[in-house]
Structure formats: structure tokens, C-alpha cells
């Protein structure tokens, strides 16, 4: 199998910048982070000008091709590659998007060593012959199914990181919920902190981190409502302590409703839309993964 090349930037020094140092346009026109340059510093060939290795003080001069590498040499996360289930939603040389399958962890533990999304995307890596360490840029439970993007290269994580909860990095979720809101929309602005005597489970408290969740219901159907929802913040379990807190839990909450494995098995939740900008190319992407059959089945 052919190995890829790790992905570089380019840049074509245009006339207003002639004479600026290569250190200069890295950072201010490329947009590259003070740790992102020195892992390229560290590579024979990581900062070319006209394809020549060179210092980050060197003046570039009008028309002339600077390249650096952004992309992994060696992967070093330790991450043991496994194959898995992959629904690849989008992919280009810089980030993808993975429809997740409910039951998968994001992150390899002492609990899930080697059946987690990053077992799977590090198994898919090396078959393609992409040198690529995971990184995730947002994650969700392991419950929860849906949309998740994934970053290729580490300039490409930091941009995408900086973005969440903005209107450059926006996500939508689906839940099914035992009982139906009243109001049938509307925001739910209240604190999330830890709750006492438990390491996993949230509950709205006043000294809680500020939290809001944006909800709509779009139907409902036997004593259960299919709810859409948006975030404007990213607390541990935010929208399952919401709902909850509205005395509407997601059906099959074992944490904050009641689990019922006859009818799921697990917290009825779908991260369904992701819009996002580009990190490279500043292009909006608008992706979609439709309401998945355990939960469309809770709404007959």
C-alpha cells in the first residue's frame, strides 16, 4: 500500500508581504500556532522556501513558495489499531466526520482498551496508509449516537477547538423524551455542577458552571416527545440533566431517567446536524445523519 504524504500548507508570498520573515507569515498569515511551528522546526524538511529547508528568520521575498508541515511523521499516541464499525460521513486531507454508532467510546481507558472510536479510526489510518494520530475535536457520550468530526493534523484540532460553540463549529441533536415540555420550546438557562457523592452524575446547582440549552419539540407521539436541541455550552452531560431538570428525562436514562433496555439501550440521543467552517479552506460544511432506528422505533 502506498503511503501517503503528510499534509503540508503552502503559501505563494504575495507582493505585500515581500520581505516579511518566514516566522511572520507562519504565524500571521498562516495562522499557525507558536507550538504547531516548533513541531515543524524539529523536521529536516518541516519550513521550505522554493522547496530549500530554512530558518523561521529568513526574510521571504514576493512569489516565492513557503511550505510547511502540519501533518504527523510517526504516530505516537499509542492508540493500538483495531478494526471496527466506521460510518465516514466526510473526509478530505485535513478532517473527518463519523456518523457514531451508540455504544462506542470516543477515547481508549483501562475500561474500553481497544473497542473505541479511536481503535477504529487508528485501524483505518494505517490501511490507508495515512500517518495520522487520533484527535478528536468534539466528543459525545458513549450512548450517544451521531455526528462527531475529527481533526487529521494538529493545527487543524486547534482551530476546530477554538470554534466550538460558536457559529463556526454549531451542532444539533434529536432526543426522545419520557413526557412532552411545556413550553414546547424554549431555552433552558441553569447551572451544571457535580453531584454530591457521585464522580459521574451532574445536576443543576447554583455554584454550577453556566450552562444553556436551546430546545424545540418537533412531535410527539404516546407520552413521549421527539425533541430537537442546540447548545450554547458544553457541560458533562448537559442536555440529559436539562431535560431532566424540565421533568421531561431522555427515555432509557439509566443516570437521570429510567432505563428500560426492552425499549432501548440507552439515553435516546442523536447528534443529527453539524455545521461547521473549514479550518483550511474557510468553507461551510452542512452535514446530516439521520434519526437512527432504536430511537425512531420509540415514536410510533
Known amino acids: ?87 465516514l460521513v466526510y473526509e478530505d486531507e485535513d478532517l473527518l466526520i463519523v456518523n ?71 451542532r444539533r441533536y434529536l432526543a426522545v423524551c419520557d413526557g412532552v415540555p411545556n413550553p414546547p420550546s424554549g431555552v433552558v438557562d441553569a447551572p451544571i455542577g457535580r453531584a454530591e457523592g457521585s464522580v459521574l452524575k451532574r445536576e443543576v446547582r447554583p455554584d454550577g458552571a453556566e450552562a444553556r440549552t436551546h430546545y424545540r419539540v418537533l412531535r410527539k407521539a404516546g407520552g413521549r416527545a421527539l425533541v430537537e436541541l442546540e447548545l450554547d455550552t458544553g457541560r458533562t452531560h448537559q442536555i440529559r440533566v436539562h431535560m431532566a431538570y424540565l421533568g421531561c428525562p431522555l427515555t432509557g436514562d439509566f443516570l437521570y431517567g429510567v432505563e428500560d433496555r426492552t425499549l432501548i439501550g440507552r439515553a435516546a440521543l442523536h447528534s443529527w446536524q453539524l455545521h461547521l467552517i473549514h479550518p483550511i479552506t474557510g468553507a461551510a460544511l452542512d452535514l446530516e445523519a439521520p434519526l437512527p432506528a432504536d430511537m425512531a422505533a420509540l415514536l410510533p
Open 1 to 87: 500500500m502506498e503511503q501517503r504524504t503528510p499534509r503540508r500548507l503552502t503559501l505563494t508570498v504575495p507582493p505585500e508581504k515581500d520581505g516579511q520573515s518566514v516566522d511572520t507569515l507562519l504565524r500571521r498569515t498562516l495562522c499557525l500556532s507558536g507550538t504547531v511551528v516548533k513541531r515543524a522546526k524539529r523536521e529536516p524538511e518541516g519550513i521550505l522556501l522554493d522547496g530549500a529547508p530554512v530558518f523561521v528568520t529568513a526574510r521571504a521575498r514576493a512569489g516565492q513558495v513557503l511550505s510547511v508541515l502540519v501533518g504527523d511523521m510517526a504516530v505516537e499516541s499509542g492508540v493500538v489499531p483495531r478494526p471496527g464499525p466506521l460510518d
Open 100 to 170: 457514531k454508532a451508540p455504544g462506542v467510546a470516543v477515547h481508549p481507558s483501562p475500561d474500553h482498551h481497544d473497542d473505541t472510536l479511536g481503535n477504529f479510526l487508528a485501524d483505518y489510518y494505517l490501511k490507508t496508509g495515512q500517518t495520522i494520530q487520533f484527535r478528536s475535536v468534539n466528543r459525545l457520550d458513549r450512548g450517544t449516537s451521531g455526528l462527531m468530526c475529527v481533526a487529521k493534523h494538529a493545527h487543524a484540532q486547534e482551530i476546530l477547538k477554538g470554534r466550538l460553540h460558536t457559529g463556526g463549529f454549531r
